[in-house]
């Protein structure tokens, strides 16, 4: 049985960020794994920044991730990612979805929002594997938008470190949706975890 | 294979659930057979869960108007002999105080359980208050749970507890147990269905000051049975050390977070602990044991020094040589961690820090300045959006008449309206408690000479905020009180409540309105707009605040979130609207910075519509001062 796997979903409200916990921690309760998480929900999923906490393993006790002991992060947005840095070591494994959310407050001029590079550059300082993705086109690619947050998930598995079964996350994302849309979001997965795969080669 | 769902009969089997979840979970499997609630995070869920699957158990599950509603609809069933529960957030305990200070007095019948939802670093609140003192205030004894698993197994146990002591018992939950997601292995379901009988009995149930009297000192011997009774309880459990000179007392979900620093540390083996389940009353012996034993204790608990207090004032009454830390060491503002429990012993056991915090600190101050100010705002076709422009701009109106240095003054309350307390709309002055807003308002009307315009939500409206109408009427307070009337409980998650004409249950009820409530009180000046017309809203409004004496103006229109599900389901297109660029003056942002849409961005200097995220509710072509944001169609 694995000792800690960490992972820290980060986004802005509306992209998918609990979906994507959820599948998370279904798949590991059918692997007999030992979960823990939490969320925050309530105002700040107004448009406002969405953190999720998936812990598995057996030394896991609290609901939060602590500083520096993230195994892995998933940025579904640059600057929501960067927001969590000091959650990163070292050995830990980041993925980012390249594609921006800009709040209301930039146009407003009330604040400011780093380039890319910056981001980037600031996250491989944090973390040896660091990749970034465009996940929004492999999603296009796959059939929709909407499953950018598959696309991700896809590519989590992709870094082939996760305690949980390819085979149990897959069914879990094929049960979540409707029919129609269900192969959709197994060919976004698909395509994440091939991403992911040839940008760690 | 099929999915196990909450109500499952299937102990032992394991479901991955949310917190609030398995606390649903928990009254299910110990035959809850009423439960009350008005929403309010983090403890919505809990009732939620209950509510759509009432039914198929059979039990009886309501929004109440109100908290205080909602624990007297508890306690009348508790009385009856039926196994009860009310659940609410912290600051909704508030609301129930009055009947939750007798309540004990009468003690339980059918297994009671308040169900605390406290919000340690408030979240999601106004307030972080410890509602563990309201328990020691009400002689109310206290379930902390340290995790998801023991939330679900304290809510079964607390109706047995509440039953066999005839104690209403409290269920303390905190953000991060009912927000929390876990692996959840499941009970027994009890099928006991009990017919509620109410047994006539003056002495016991009539408050006048004789029974107070005569009831305070049962209650009290009541209090003493439970207070020896929680020494043996499963939930409290103390692990000595032999040898060890650093005792931790780690409370509800604090003791998992101690845990988890210990073994960070590497130390778990080094240090005693007691874990405490039962904040109020004390397992005092286990608590004598541990101080007897060790040279410091730190005790780790969310928010403030209750357990400490009284873990002092045991080693002071029993004079134990014991160093006592807690809130010296940790915080007493915003929620514990790991990292700040670690800490904390670090400081006492001199052990090796896991990783290097204050690099981690420097990382974080230099990232901080990098990062975009992203508050939660107002959704696109909100229609909360549109009502707060046309009170500012009414508002405006009237006040610069009044003289030059004037400027109307908007009490905000509790809702998704107070989302805009952000620019650009910073459209609330005060916010403060539900119904704030109509009561504060009221206040100043009779010290301030200016327009004063407080706005509530329909759900608000109802909890809260008809009393302070009355008022209103009755001591001639000269006010404008819009109620932004959505028709549901938005930011909750879409609870009904009596304006909707649906219970918790899906019956259909009465449907109240606003409007003729505020007539039927005497207010004299009462009308209905459609905020999305933002000048006639505004024409009205502002008739409202010319009016002498209190107005009411409803504003009425469908949470934009319902709105588009319900346009989708009818397969309704949705048509957004777009900017015309060759109208359009890139550098006017009289749309961005009058409204704060999240659909209208800037792309390289340009102004433009998100298509994917305009509802089409055309307020932003009402602003635009050179026509240029046209619908699609067109």
Redesign the interface.
């Known amino acids: 049985m694995i000792k800690e796997f960490n992972v820290l979903i980060t986004g802005?409200?509306g992209q998918g960020v609990i979906l994507m916990?959820?599948l998370l921690?279904?798949a590991?309760?059918k692997d007999k794994?030992?979960?823990?998480?939490?969320?925050?929900?309530?105002?700040?999923?107004?448009?406002?920044?969405v953190t999720s906490a998936?812990r598995l393993g057996e030394?896991?006790?609290?609901?939060?991730i602590?500083?520096?002991?993230c195994s892995a992060l998933v940025g579904m947005e640059p600057?929501?990612a960067?927001?969590n840095?000091?959650c990163l070591?070292k050995s830990s494994l980041v993925i980012v979805n390249t594609a921006a959310t800009?709040?209301?407050?930039?146009?407003?001029g009330?604040?400011?929002?780093?380039t890319l590079e910056?981001i980037m550059e600031?996250l491989r300082k944090?973390a040896e594997k660091v990749i970034q993705l465009d996940a929004a086109k492999l999603a296009l690619a796959a059939g929709s938008?909407l499953a950018t947050n598959v696309v991700m998930l896809g590519a989590l598995f992709g870094t082939e470190q996760l305690p949980i079964k390819v085979a149990t996350i897959k069914a879990a994302v094929e049960?979540r949706f409707p029919a129609k849309v269900a192969p959709v979001n197994m060919k976004a997965f698909d395509l994440g975890y091939e991403a992911c795969r040839q940008a760690l080669k | 294979m099929k999915?196990l769902t909450i109500t499952a009969d299937a102990p032992r089997e394991?479901?991955?659930v949310l917190g609030n979840e398995a606390i649903a979970r928990g009254a299910i499997e110990a035959g809850v057979q009423v439960a009350a609630a008005y929403p309010g995070?983090?403890s919505s869920e809990i009732v939620e869960t209950l509510s759509g699957v009432a039914k198929e158990l059979g039990i009886y599950v309501e929004w109440s108007v109100n908290e205080k509603v909602a624990f007297e609809v508890a306690l009348a069933a508790s009385i009856c002999g039926v196994r009860a529960m009310a659940s609410m957030k912290h600051v909704g305990v508030n609301v129930a105080h009055d009947p939750l200070m007798t309540a004990n007095y009468i003690g339980a019948k059918g297994g009671l359980v308040l169900l605390s939802a406290d919000d340690p670093s408030a979240?999601?609140s106004q307030n972080e208050q410890d509602n563990r003192y309201i328990a020691l205030q009400a002689y109310m004894p206290v379930l902390e749970p340290s995790?998801?698993q023991e939330a679900k197994d304290m809510m079964a146990d607390a109706f047995k507890l509440s039953e066999q002591f005839r104690q209403l018992f409290m269920l303390r939950s905190v953000?991060?147990?009912g927000?929390?997601?876990?692996?959840l292995v499941l009970g027994e379901i009890s099928r006991e269905k009990r017919e509620g009988k109410f047994v006539k009995n003056r002495d016991l149930l009539v408050y006048t000051p004789k029974e107070a009297r005569l009831n305070k000192p049962l209650m009290l011997e009541r209090f003493d049975t439970i207070k020896k009774a929680v020494n043996t309880l499963p939930y409290n459990q103390l692990k000595l050390v032999s040898g060890a000179k650093l005792g931790i007392i780690g409370c509800g979900?604090s003791y998992?977070?101690t845990?988890?620093a210990l073994?960070?540390l590497g130390i778990e083996d080094k240090v005693s602990i007691l874990k405490i389940g039962t904040p109020h009353p004390l397992p005092e012996e286990l608590v004598i044991e541990l101080l007897k034993s060790v040279k410091e204790v730190l005790v780790t608990e969310e928010i403030d020094p209750f357990v400490e207090l009284h873990v002092k004032a045991l080693a002071n009454e029993h004079s134990i040589p014991v160093k006592i830390h807690g809130k010296d060491l940790l915080p007493r503002v915003g929620e514990l961690?790991?990292?700040k429990v670690?800490e904390a012993i670090i400081k006492l056991s001199g052990a090796k820090p896991p990783?290097d915090?204050a690099k981690?600190?420097k990382?974080?101050k230099e990232?901080t300045p990098?990062?975009?100010?992203?508050?939660?705002?107002?959704?696109p076709g909100c229609p909360h959006r549109a009502s707060h422009y046309a009170i500012k701009t009414a508002s405006k109106r009237v006040a610069r008449e009044l003289g030059k240095d004037v400027e109307a003054i908007y009490p905000g309350d509790i809702g998704?309206y107070a989302?805009a307390y952000n620019?650009?709309q910073e459209a609330s002055d005060t916010i403060i408690c539900m119904g704030g807003s109509f009561g504060i308002a009221n206040g100043l009307s009779h010290v301030v000479n200016a327009p004063i315009v407080a706005h509530l939500g329909d759900s608000t409206f109802f909890h809260a905020g008809i009393p302070p109408l009355v008022n209103a009427v009755y001591n001639k307070a000269n006010i404008t009180m819009v109620i932004m009337d959505n028709s549901t409980t938005a930011?909750?998650g879409f609870q009904p409540h009596p304006g909707t004409g649906q219970t918790a249950m899906g019956e259909e009820a009465v449907q109240l309105k606003p409007e003729e409530v505020a007539r039927a009180c005497g207010v004299k000046f009462v009308e209905v707009v459609d905020p999305f017309d933002l000048k006639a809203a505004a024409k009205t409004i502002e008739a409202a605040i010319r009016f002498e004496g209190p107005a009411v103006v409803v504003s009425r229109r469908l949470c934009a979130i319902i709105d588009q599900r319900e346009k989708r389901k009818r397969k309704e297109p949705i048509i957004p609207y777009f900017v015309d660029q060759d109208k359009c003056s890139d550098k006017c942002?009289a749309c961005?910075?009058l409204l704060?849409?999240?659909a209208?961005?800037?792309e390289d200097g340009k102004t433009i519509i998100d298509q994917?995220l305009c509802t089409g509710c055309g307020v932003c072509a009402q602003v635009c001062p050179y026509k240029a944001i046209i619908e699609v169609s067109q």
């Open positions: 802005v409200g916990s959820e921690g279904g590991a309760v794994l030992k979960v823990r998480g939490s969320e925050i929900l309530g105002m700040a999923v107004r448009g406002g920044s998936i030394d896991v006790y609290g609901p939060l602590p500083t520096g002991k600057s929501e960067l927001r840095i000091t070591s800009v709040p209301f407050t930039v146009p407003l009330q604040s400011s929002y780093p910056t600031k944090a938008l049960e | 999915e394991r479901l991955f995070t983090p979240w999601s995790s998801v953000t991060r147990i927000h929390a997601r876990s692996d979900l998992s977070y845990m988890e073994k960070w961690s790991t990292r670690t990783v915090f981690l600190d990382l974080e990232t990098l990062l975009p100010w992203r508050p939660p705002a107002l959704c998704c989302l620019p650009p930011m909750t942002n961005i910075e704060g849409c999240p209208i961005i800037k994917a």
